[in-house]
């Protein structure tokens, strides 16, 4: 296939090109490998080895040509290899490539953490620091929390998933896959309800109130609003099937957090840098977060994750109580500076509400003549579609349609509490063309009967 691109990028043919079976022969033969060098602990949702990826298509090694809608879950949002990406990166590797900023700080670092302060919802004084991944922004986010209110308690929700580390998995609502067996769990962590409109047992028009007022009572009554440092919640809960919070929820809580002295926390790891069709999804209803934490699509696949926050909060901790070897990696700095550009100039918040209009609209019809899908919902380019059995609310696998996808050349991923989730998350530079292909294989595997 197209041997004459030797690199990745948005010039890589943007096309759908299957030349051999899903997986093919060689991608076989490199799963073989991975089955007796890696542990099966780590999971494969496509098994085909990636050579090149851009745009909107991933490229195996046996030239299959594969439509992306996961974006490497929601961290490439510029694409892969976005140019500016690649130029910075390029730069700063034969520059230097580590100093640690603990140690001899650059000014990339710097300019990350000022254009966050910048970016992030709210106008006050705000301060950043960086980190490696998700699960280690929310941990400091904790430990921020903590420090500044001198409390210890942690509420979380339903659904809610925060990382695979010890307190981060303890931060986590689902046991299988992430918790089973690995505890015991970190102390002070409370679970609260989430308002899951599609299933509050009273139906959705109700559902902001009476979950706020539950999870509320809980909080006075199980914990005391007194002993919380935080209250941490997903603005639209990722990994727990992309459930939007009812309208109105989100306020309650942050209006009882005020009201209380308590942190509010918003885990915009998966929500953030322009996913929504808000650079945040806090936006959306005009949240302003006491502290936010992001990574995924802050650096388009070089790791890196920020916490971000009121100053008074993060200026509370001692010198050195906060940091790490890598965080901050010059090459993850640049790759940043390199997607934030990308997203200002080629106006990629607009672009995600485009993608947004042309999915959400098609997978309404097919849920018009097909039982399976019980919900759409999502906002701009984080769209999801939860499946039922005809009839019912019973959860219908969605590893079972995602196979029917992926044989077809499409990556699609799974989510939801009841692994009854199918999860789009398209880079935000995919062409319309591979956008509507992807949705008519989509709705082609939908058809089981
Ligand atoms: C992925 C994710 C995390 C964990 O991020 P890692 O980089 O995998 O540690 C935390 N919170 C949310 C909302 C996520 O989606």
Request: glycine fraction near 10%; hydrophobic fraction near 40%; aromatic fraction near 6%.
């Amino acid at each position: 296939m197209s041997t004459a691109t030797t690199h990745g990028g948005p010039q890589l043919p943007q096309e759908r090109r299957l030349v051999t079976e899903i997986p093919g022969p060689r991608s076989r033969e490199l799963f073989a490998r991975k089955q007796s060098a890696v542990p099966p602990g780590i999971g494969t949702t496509l098994p085909v080895f990636v050579t090149h990826a851009g745009g909107g298509v991933i490229v195996d090694a046996d030239g299959n040509s594969l439509i992306d809608f996961g974006s490497g879950i929601a961290v490439t949002n510029v694409g892969n290899a976005a140019p500016r990406v690649v130029e910075r990166v390029q730069k700063q590797v034969a520059d230097f490539t580590h100093t640690c900023f603990m140690v001899a700080p650059y000014e990339s670092y710097v300019a990350v953490c000022e254009r966050l302060n910048e970016l992030t919802p709210g106008d006050h004084e705000k301060r950043t620091f960086l980190v490696n991944s998700g699960a280690e922004a929310v941990e400091n986010a904790v430990k921020v929390a903590r420090h500044a209110t001198g409390r210890q308690a942690v509420v979380v929700f339903d659904h809610g998933y925060h990382g695979r580390t010890l307190l981060t998995m303890t931060l986590t609502a689902k046991s299988m896959p992430y918790k089973h067996g690995f505890g015991p769990f970190a102390p002070e962590v409370y679970r609260v309800p989430l308002a899951y409109p599609f299933r509050w047992p009273t139906g959705p028009d109700n559902c902001a109130e009476e979950a706020a007022a539950q999870a509320i009572d809980m909080i006075n009554k199980q914990i005391g609003a007194e002993n919380v440092a935080a209250v941490l919640i997903e603005p639209i809960a990722g990994e727990g099937g992309f459930i939007e919070p009812a309208r109105g929820f989100l306020p309650k809580i942050v209006e009882f957090c005020r009201a209380n002295g308590i942190v509010f926390i918003a885990d915009e790891v998966q929500t953030g840098f322009a996913r929504t069709g808000h650079m945040f999804a806090c936006e959306d209803e005009g949240i302003v977060p006491d502290i936010i934490t992001t990574a995924k699509g802050i650096a388009g696949g070089l790791p890196l994750a920020a916490v971000t926050g009121r100053a008074d909060l993060l200026d509370h901790v001692h010198s050195g109580g906060l940091g790490g070897t890598y965080g901050g990696n010059p090459l993850a700095c640049e790759a940043a500076l390199g997607v934030l550009e990308t997203i200002e100039q080629d106006k990629l918040v607009e672009r995600a509400r485009h993608i947004g209009e042309v999915m959400l609209p098609r997978l309404r019809a097919v849920q018009e003549h097909n039982p399976i899908v019980g919900d759409v919902r999502g906002r701009g380019a984080m769209i999801a579609v939860e499946l039922v059995v005809p009839g019912t609310k019973e959860p219908y696998p969605a590893a079972e349609i995602a196979r029917r996808c992926h044989e077809q050349g499409l990556l699609v991923l799974t989510a939801g509490t009841y692994g009854n989730v199918l999860r789009f998350l398209p880079p935000l530079v995919i062409p319309d063309h591979l956008l509507e292909e992807g949705l008519s294989i989509l709705e082609k595997a939908l058809n089981v009967d």
